[in-house]
């Protein structure tokens, strides 16, 4: 018997993950090894650590093989198992649960890669980027796709535009002047721009008070795409927009977000429409908010803030390399959706 004085008090500490992958021998193999291997190198273990069993299951459109194949050279006692089929559950995902005995203290990082991570964002952090120029939908479709997540939608115009608001109100925008310098960073100093973005419609507070309508005024989208070409406003809103990015899993939209804020945001998108189909949303939005436009001076204004935003010296609009196309012109915001959706879902771990 060891005396209980010698004995430091242990656990039999589970730990989860989970992946996606094709459906082929090698990619089930490599996916499930390496989903093994970051769960032991992010909770410090080795493949000699006192590990008692590994639960592996998959869902049933995976059938080229088991994944514990891919596990066989670390010889655990594995036993494999299959997902119950359930509609609109992610599909091609492999799931591991890891028991190892360790000391009491230890607690669990569970692991979630690649498409999986949207599986538990309360335990992965993820981030969606979505850029596009304007009326291309990328706000509607990043509102819907964060709630089909679950988690925060940062419109970052509405940043923008909240301070096109501050800077017109208090005399330091001017109609085709620069910014100045030093007006504009004692405004900014004594500016609080916030959003409640808990709430199903997100909300704008500028020093306290709901602005939220008043952004969307077409004067306001104007004169935001005018002032964001400021590099040190940007830089005031970029410290907003990291915050909330580096916080909590979250879908932003704006124009540099796959860019600039976000460079190794696990999924970027880049939404596009035509210039007829954008200008043709925008005029139908304001007609229906009651106002007397009409869609050749939309049209003009759209082109004019499209010049503003590709060709400013600082974080101009573009694709990023990696960022996946989203052309709207032809499609439905439900089309839309499910695409993008398909492409989080399906992206490969
Ligand atoms: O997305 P929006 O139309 O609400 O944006 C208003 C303006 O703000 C847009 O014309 C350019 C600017 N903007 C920007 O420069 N960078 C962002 N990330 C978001 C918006």
Redesign the pocket.
């Known amino acids: 018997m060891i005396p209980l004085g010698t004995m430091s008090a242990m656990q039999l500490l589970s730990i989860r993950g989970a992946t996606v992958c094709q459906n082929t021998v090698s990619s089930i193999e490599s996916c499930t090894q390496r989903l093994y291997e970051q769960i032991l190198l992010t909770n410090n273990l080795g493949v000699d650590s006192n590990i008692s069993a590994v639960f592996v299951s998959m869902t049933r459109d995976l059938d080229a093989c088991f994944a514990a194949r891919g596990l066989r050279k670390y010889d655990v006692p594995m036993f494999s198992s299959v997902e119950p089929n359930i509609k609109g559950a992610l599909k091609r995902c492999i799931r591991l649960l890891v028991q190892v005995n360790c000391e009491y203290t230890k607690v669990a990082q569970h692991i979630y890669l690649g498409g999986a991570k949207t599986l538990r964002p309360d335990k992965a952090k993820f981030v969606v980027a979505m850029d596009g120029p ?1 009326g291309s939908g990328k ?1 509607t479709l990043a509102k819907i796709i964060a709630q089909r997540l679950g988690v925060v939608h940062l419109d ?3 940043l ?2 909240a301070a096109a608001i501050k800077l017109i109100k208090t005399g330091v925008y001017k109609e085709g002047l620069t910014l100045d310098l030093d007006r504009l960073s004692q405004v900014l100093a004594n500016t609080t721009i916030k959003m409640d973005y808990d709430a199903l419609i997100s909300r704008v507070y500028l020093d306290g008070i709901d602005i939220s309508q008043d952004i969307r005024e077409p004067n306001i ?1 104007r004169i ?2 005018i002032v ?1 070409s400021n590099p040190f406003l940007r830089q005031y809103l970029n410290k907003i927009q990291s915050q909330v990015a580096s916080q909590q899993s979250c879908v932003i939209d ?4 796959g860019t600039v804020i976000a460079p190794n945001a696990d999924f970027k998108f880049f939404v596009k429409a035509s210039e007829q189909e954008r200008a043709k949303r925008r005029y139908n939005d304001l007609v229906r908010k009651g106002q007397s436009i009409d869609l050749d001076s939309v049209m003009v204004d759209m082109k004019e ?1 499209d010049y503003n ?1 590709s060709t400013r010296e600082v974080a101009p609009l573009y694709q990023a390399s990696d960022a996946i196309l989203v052309d709207t012109t032809d499609r439905t915001v439900v089309q839309s959706v499910s695409y993008i959706m398909r492409h989080i879902f399906g992206k490969n771990g």
């Open positions: 304007a706000s970052t115009g509405a923008y535009r989208s935001a795409s964001a704006g124009r540099d977000i803030r935003d």
